[in-house]
């Protein structure tokens, strides 16, 4: 069937979060379905659609940039377009809306987080009649589930059971940008999990803002815990979620750690700061003591769990004990990893006008050493692993060494491994095969591929 978007190409940019990696995911589902071809380089796209993020001001100034220096990138050979189209939507589409095309003139289209199904229309529409075309809504009218999806991969699907977030933590653009929260009917969620497993998805990751508060606005309290029941149920092999805060992880949920076969040893439980002054500052709503209360018992429920977080340095007004108490919850939790951030100022949040007086090199100073704990620690929890079969859900060849694949444990390790001899790492993507660790290095694992334990 002919429609406007057949014989075009298209090629999709995505900064952020995962939840915008499943946005682009949706994205593409669209225009494939529509007839248009996915490309890997902008040179050869008629159409480009930036996914964009805004909760750091280093992603917000990089796609600035990357959109302004495609003006100068010229349409393919044999496009049957006049102009490449170039689209920007997700979170910075949301915030900017018209200042967008102020600023970027040769832009055509701009949508929001809560429209990405109105991409198509907004594309034809800048073909036919030209200028640009601007369409940024308050709210979601639909779940944007209900549109189809292009998995980057056939054995691993994410799966949104949550848009927004009510939780404005004093630092987040997030709430401003993606809404007040809004839960998926659970039977729904069942659902398209059956659909994934039966289709040979052996690893599902739920995705929202806060997963833990799942259902409140449905069913008048959080059912997490029954989302992952339900998901167990189904059979898949591997069952993951994010993102988790901490104030509303249930013990309902921490107890699952135990029961429940799919659900994988490993957890992300943002900290974001070890101090209950800043920790107040930022509205996090949980103290250092029950947050470390939260690491005791998910370690009861789950030996060896692997945990990882995010922390924010230098928030204003954070002093050196602030930052000490910091230093000490992540020397205390030994975290297989940790995202460390050095505060990046959001326009428009409570904490921007905050008084913000530390030196810049104090910061980065403190930043600095919390980088060499985090490295240390990371090392250390690896360590743990020598010696163990893991089972690995092969991704494909490594990108260190294409003689090598690449796949993650249980604990979510990026684990190495030499291709068996008559196989290849593509062909092995997307199964789980048993390997002996024989290193354990800050970031991987490596080993061989056994037959058995
Ligand atoms: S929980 Fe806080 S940090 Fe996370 S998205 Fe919501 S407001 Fe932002």
């Given at each position: 069937?002919?429609?406007?978007?057949?014989?075009?190409?298209f090629c999709i940019r995505t900064f952020g979060c995962q939840m915008n990696k499943h946005d682009s995911e949706r994205i593409a589902g669209m225009l494939e379905g529509l007839g248009a071809l996915p490309v890997e380089a902008i040179e050869d796209a008629d159409i480009v659609a930036f996914m964009t993020c805004c909760v750091r001001e280093a992603a917000d100034t990089r796609l600035y940039g990357q959109v302004a220096s495609l003006k100068n990138v010229p349409l393919r050979t044999g496009s049957p377009l006049a102009k490449r189209i170039v689209a920007v939507g997700g979170c910075i589409g949301q915030r900017d809306g018209e200042k967008l095309v102020e600023e970027l003139p040769h832009l055509d289209v701009v949508f929001?987080?809560?429209?990405?199904?109105?991409?198509?229309?907004?594309?034809?529409?800048?073909?036919?009649?030209?200028?640009?075309?601007?369409?940024?809504?308050?709210?979601?009218?639909?779940?944007?589930?209900?549109?189809?999806?292009?998995?980057?991969?056939d054995w691993a699907a994410w799966l949104p059971i949550t848009i927004g977030c009510n939780n404005f933590c004093s630092y987040c653009i997030v709430p401003y940008v993606r809404g007040r929260e809004k839960s998926r009917p659970l039977e729904d969620i069942a659902a398209e999990a059956e659909r994934y497993v039966a289709a040979g998805v052996k690893e599902i990751t739920l995705l929202g803002q806060n997963v833990n508060s799942y259902g409140r606005d449905l069913y008048g309290a959080p059912r997490f815990d029954a989302v992952l029941d339900a998901?167990?149920?189904?059979?898949?092999?591997?069952?993951?979620?994010?993102?988790?805060?901490?104030?509303d992880l249930t013990d309902g949920v921490i107890e699952r750690f135990a029961k429940l076969r799919s659900l994988m040893p490993a957890l992300h439980l943002p900290v974001q700061s070890g101090s209950d002054a800043v920790l107040a500052a930022m509205n996090r709503r949980y103290t250092r003591a029950h947050y470390l209360d939260l690491v005791r018992k998910l370690?009861?429920?789950?030996?060896?769990?692997?945990?990882?977080?995010?922390?924010?340095?230098?928030?204003?007004?954070?002093?050196?004990?602030?930052?000490?108490?910091?230093?000490?919850?992540?020397?205390?939790?030994?975290?297989?990893?940790?995202?460390?951030?050095?505060?990046?100022?959001?326009?428009?949040?409570?904490?921007?006008?905050?008084?913000?007086?530390?030196?810049?090199e104090v910061v980065q100073e403190r930043f600095d050493r919390l980088v060499d704990l985090v490295q240390t620690?990371?090392?250390?929890?690896?360590?743990?692993?020598?010696?163990?079969?893991?089972?690995?859900?092969?991704?494909?060849?490594?990108?260190?060494?294409?003689?090598?694949?690449?796949?993650?444990?249980?604990?979510?390790?990026?684990?190495?491994?030499?291709?068996?001899?008559?196989?290849?790492?593509?062909?092995?993507?997307?199964?789980?095969?048993?390997?002996?660790?024989?290193?354990?290095?800050t970031w991987y694992l490596a080993g061989e591929v056994v037959d058995g334990r």
């Open positions: 069937m002919q429609t406007p978007f057949t014989n075009l190409t929001g987080t809560h429209n990405l199904g109105s991409l198509p229309r907004l594309i034809e529409a800048a073909v036919e009649e030209g200028g640009h075309q601007v369409e940024v809504l308050d709210a979601a009218s639909s779940f944007p589930t209900e549109l189809p999806t292009a998995r980057e991969h998901l167990d149920a189904t059979g898949v092999e591997r069952l993951r979620f994010a993102t988790s805060h901490p104030k370690r009861a429920a789950c030996p060896g769990i692997a945990l990882s977080t995010d922390v924010i340095v230098g928030f204003p007004g954070e002093t050196a004990k602030d930052f000490e108490d910091t230093f000490r919850l992540v020397d205390e939790v030994g975290y297989h990893q940790v995202f460390t951030f050095i505060y990046s100022k959001r326009e428009g949040t409570p904490a921007a006008k905050m008084e913000d007086s530390t030196p810049r620690r990371a090392f250390e929890a690896n360590q743990a692993d020598l010696g163990s079969v893991v089972d690995v859900l092969v991704e494909g060849a490594s990108k260190r060494d294409g003689g090598l694949l690449a796949g993650k444990s249980p604990k979510n390790q990026t684990v190495h491994a030499p291709v068996p001899s008559g196989s290849t790492a593509e062909a092995l993507a997307g199964s789980i095969v048993p390997v002996r660790i024989d290193e354990a290095r």
